[in-house]
């Protein structure tokens, strides 16, 4: 079974929704939307799977909120709040290694987001503006 199968099939028996599939670039679309995930995008690059979710577009460049989410990071159990390759955005980012991935890793992750998400939202959303 490969990594993009082993994936796959985790993510449906932990009952969440794949909307977009890329196979060939090892590439899962998944929602939950009682979990608060929502276009969050799985990749299997070679021994590691890259989950990232957007949060909010960055509409001020306050450096005051960068430095409250980096407060933010140090309490969460898995992954990160991070900016985009051009700043534009801020994403939820975990990576994990393929080889020794099990279905309660993978988990403890998605839900690492789902309890920042309930944690932090009213500041993100003043964030977002």
């Known amino acids: 079974m490969s990594y993009v199968d082993k994936v796959k099939e985790y993510l449906l028996e932990l009952g969440h929704e794949i909307i977009k599939e890329i196979p060939e670039d090892g590439i899962m ?3 939950n939307e009682e979990r608060g995930l929502y276009h ?6 070679e021994d590691v799977l890259i989950i ?5 577009e960055v509409k001020k460049d306050n450096p005051d909120d960068y430095k409250r989410l980096l407060q933010m990071n140090r309490s969460l159990v ?5 900016l ?7 994403i ?5 290694e393929l080889e020794n991935l099990d279905q309660n890793e993978l988990e403890g992750s998605l839900n690492a987001l789902a309890i920042a ?5 009213d500041e993100l959303l003043v964030f977002a503006g």
Do not use: P, W
């Open 29 to 31: 679309v998944i929602t």
């Open 117 to 121: 998400l309930a944690e932090y939202m």
């Open 84 to 90: 985009n390759g051009d700043a534009s955005k801020v």
């Open 78 to 82: 898995h992954g990160a709040f991070v």
């Open 40 to 45: 969050m995008v799985l990749d299997c690059e």
């Open 52 to 56: 990232e979710q957007a949060i909010y």
């Open 92 to 96: 939820f980012r975990d990576t994990l």
